[in-house]
């Protein structure tokens, strides 16, 4: 319907409404913006769902703020600028009792020192009801100074994190991996708090800083560091920054652990692919689904998980090699499915043959055997027994029947 398919009139009304979900976030009183409250509210749960559908006009008015401006037929009120600043246009989120409007860059730093981080600072009313919409890689994200919402259009799944208040931190760390503050302990002397899981995160974290004076996101004993997820690189490899959540674990923000990029140039937590590739696939049946990126399903390759994906290669050639050979078998390696044209396994015929047949991981020796055709697997379901998954050369028979179970496999 927002895509004007049924008419324009349509397109106009639920472009209308999905706005008008995403910014009554902006609305939201104080008393309904803690974390058990929100999540009951009816407004989040439809802005989470308009964020599944958004498009590229609803991120360019929306973030502009010619949305929130037009609604009211009022015109969009103007915004305080850094005093810091000459050029007029960086705007200001912060006031300080002492030092006057500030954008976020000089509030950083002019508060860094001890004598000036007790200072009374506030976000100004215009930050709060400001919204932040982007839409990339198929996810829509919307921040606001108390929230980060974000939604995949494709799994339908979500992640929404909840920010500190007006109150701006005065604690002398903050962890950046959970974002935990404090004034003792590890967070006194370092940016990691004591957590087991941030402790964890930091032995594998390269501790570097870029050029642009945030802390590299990748990995430790990288020959090149992970482009700052901060949007401070300009990298054009990089498609993703760092509040975009994990795709493969869909719980955490990308800088909420060490992350790597990907030759695809997608970028995900790297003790996530670890998981991933240790896990492998799910079922009896040997798919290669999980050695895919999640998000353009191109192969998954990077340096530092070569040696979890050096068997997984080898076992996706062995699976190719021996369907190959049960189609041209069975004299089906000329099928309709791999000749005709814009069918999907056109001119694939290993795709075709991998789809066709089912192959399993012996339970004794470890190899994939053939154990029929996959609609066969579909019947079954997943409810199976690791130890019952035993190759013909493996199976508890005489050795002459061994020997022509071998071979007919074999072939």
């Known amino acids: 319907m927002a895509a004007g398919r049924l008419s324009e009139a349509w397109a106009s009304i ?12 902006t609305k939201l009183g104080e008393n309904y913006r803690s974390l ?106 919307t921040k606001l100074f108390w929230i980060m919402a974000l939604a995949d259009s494709k799994t339908l799944k979500a992640m ?16 950046r991996f959970c974002g935990s503050v404090g004034e003792s302990g590890l967070l006194a002397i370092g940016n990691v708090c004591g957590d087991s899981e941030c402790q964890e995160h930091a032995l594998a974290a390269c501790a570097k800083s870029l050029s642009c004076g945030h802390v590299c996101g990748g990995i430790r ?20 920054d760092a509040d975009d959540m994990c795709m493969i674990c869909f719980t955490e923000a990308l800088s909420c652990a060490p992350a790597i990029q990907l030759r695809c140039g997608h970028v995900f937590h790297l003790h996530c692919c670890r998981n991933v590739l240790v896990k492998r696939w799910a079922g009896p049946r040997i798919t290669f689904g999980f050695s895919l990126c999640p998000i353009c399903k191109t192969v998954i390759d990077h340096p530092v998980l070569r040696e979890l994906l050096d068997p997984v290669c080898n076992l996706y050639e062995d699976v190719r090699r021996k369907a190959m050979m049960r189609l041209e078998y069975e004299g089906i390696h000329k099928a309709e499915a791999i000749t005709t044209p814009g069918a999907r396994f056109f001119s694939d015929p290993a795709g075709y043959a ?18 029929g055709e996959a609609r066969c697997d579909i019947e079954a379901g997943d409810d199976y027994d690791p130890t019952e998954l035993v190759c013909g050369a493996c199976s508890d028979i005489s050795r002459a029947q061994i020997g022509r179970a071998s071979c007919r496999e074999r072939v």
Request: glycine residues 6%.
């Open 221 to 240: 004993n990288e020959s090149c560091c992970l482009p700052c997820l901060h949007g401070c690189s300009n990298d054009p490899t990089l498609k993703q």
């Open 160 to 175: 929404v994190e909840f920010r500190e208040g007006k109150s701006m931190a005065t604690a002398a760390g903050t962890c």
């Open 14 to 25: 639920t472009k209308g409404a999905v706005a008008e979900n995403i910014l009554n976030l």
């Open 354 to 371: 991998m789809e066709r047949y089912a192959y399993y991981v012996c339970y004794k020796c470890k190899k994939a055997y053939y154990g």
């Open 36 to 141: 058990a409250t929100c999540l009951k509210t009816p407004t989040l749960w439809l802005a989470l769902s308009s964020l599944c559908v958004l498009d590229q006009d609803h991120v360019e008015r929306l973030s502009s703020g010619q949305w929130a401006g037009n609604a009211d037929g009022q015109q969009i009120p103007s915004r305080p600028t850094c005093d810091n600043h000459d050029d007029g246009e960086t705007l200001a989120i912060i006031l300080c009792s002492i030092c006057g409007n500030m954008c976020a860059d000089c509030d950083r730093y002019l508060h860094l020192h001890r004598r000036t981080q007790n200072h009374q600072r506030q976000v100004f009313k215009e930050e709060e009801e400001a919204i932040r919409v982007d839409l990339h890689e198929g996810c829509g994200r």
